[in-house]
């Protein structure tokens, strides 16, 4: 990193641990959120170091960069929503580097935000539509189809509205302090429960 003070984010401060565009120079790392999806078990230990390490950034919003090829080379690719970025090697991960410097909208993780409900469950198929379209952890949940295991969400107190829904049943909910996850089970917990943790912080 070039010209920042210890403790400071590529390119200069950014409010809090919400939402920003902060600079990451050339040379840090990428890692996409589409090989993590692939590869849960490894991305768990990732996940946990991101939370841990104070140097590494959450993608909040869809985005494309530059990454190295090869010798003189670059490729555009698209990182998604909970893609990682450090200026630091990650510990694990299959793995970028930018090949110029890049402005991207993301956080540094906060503490987690996220509480998976329990209770009875309704088994529904469908697609997840996500209503909250600028909201991190809705987009990352957003167009997800399959067989989802839904809690029924009623009991939740403190302001919380739907975030995201499957055939009208809500399987994401936020509100002021946080998130709540309506579902136990299906390809939307697996998302909130590998990259809850990550992108809840970032309110």
Same mark, same amino acid.
């Not at 993301?106 to 209770?119: S, T």
């Given at each position: 990193?070039?010209? &920042?003070?210890?403790?400071?984010?590529?390119?200069?401060?950014? #409010?809090?641990?919400?939402?920003?565009?902060?600079?990451?120079?050339?040379?840090?790392? =990428?890692?996409?959120?589409?090989?993590?999806?692939?590869?849960?078990? /490894?991305?768990?230990?990732?996940?946990?170091?991101?939370?841990?390490?104070?140097?590494?950034?959450?993608?909040?919003?869809?985005?494309? =960069?530059?990454?190295?090829?090869?010798?003189?080379?670059? $490729?555009?690719?698209?990182?998604? +929503?909970?893609?990682?970025?450090?200026?630091?090697?990650?510990?694990?991960?299959?793995?970028?580097?930018?090949? @110029?410097?890049?402005?991207?909208?993301?956080? @540094?993780?906060?503490?987690? #935000?996220?509480?998976?409900?329990?209770?009875?469950?309704?088994?529904?198929?469908?697609?997840?539509?996500?209503?909250?379209? @600028?909201?991190?952890?809705? $987009?990352?949940? &957003?167009?997800?189809?399959? =067989?989802?295991?839904?809690?029924?969400?009623?009991?939740?107190?403190?302001?919380? /509205? +739907?975030?995201?829904?499957?055939?009208? #049943?809500? =399987?994401?909910?936020?509100?002021?302090?946080?998130?709540?996850?309506?579902?136990?089970?299906?390809?939307?917990?697996? #998302?909130? @429960? $590998? $990259?809850?943790?990550?992108?809840?912080?970032?309110?």
């Amino acid at each position: 990193m070039s010209g &920042n003070q210890a403790g400071e984010p590529p390119g200069g401060p950014v #409010r809090g641990c919400g939402w920003g565009l902060p600079r990451f120079d050339r040379g840090s790392y =990428v890692v996409d959120v589409g090989w993590m999806l692939g590869s849960p078990g /490894e991305a768990a230990g990732l996940v946990e170091w991101a939370l841990s390490s104070g140097d590494a950034w959450a993608v909040t919003a869809p985005t494309v =960069v530059a990454v190295r090829a090869g010798p003189g080379q670059a $490729l555009l690719i698209a990182l998604g +929503v909970g893609s990682i970025i450090s200026p630091v090697e990650p510990p694990a991960g299959s793995y970028h580097t930018l090949s @110029r410097p890049e402005w991207i909208d993301a956080c @540094r993780p906060g503490e987690p #935000r996220i509480e998976f409900l329990g209770g009875a469950g309704e088994e529904v198929e469908g697609v997840s539509v996500a209503y909250a379209y @600028r909201d991190p952890l809705a $987009l990352l949940v &957003n167009g997800v189809g399959g =067989v989802h295991q839904t809690v029924d969400p009623r009991g939740v107190d403190g302001g919380f /509205e +739907v975030y995201a829904a499957v055939e009208g #049943r809500p =399987v994401l909910l936020g509100g002021p302090d946080g998130y709540a996850a309506a579902v136990s089970g299906g390809p939307v917990f697996e #998302r909130l @429960r $590998l $990259l809850g943790p990550l992108l809840s912080g970032c309110g």
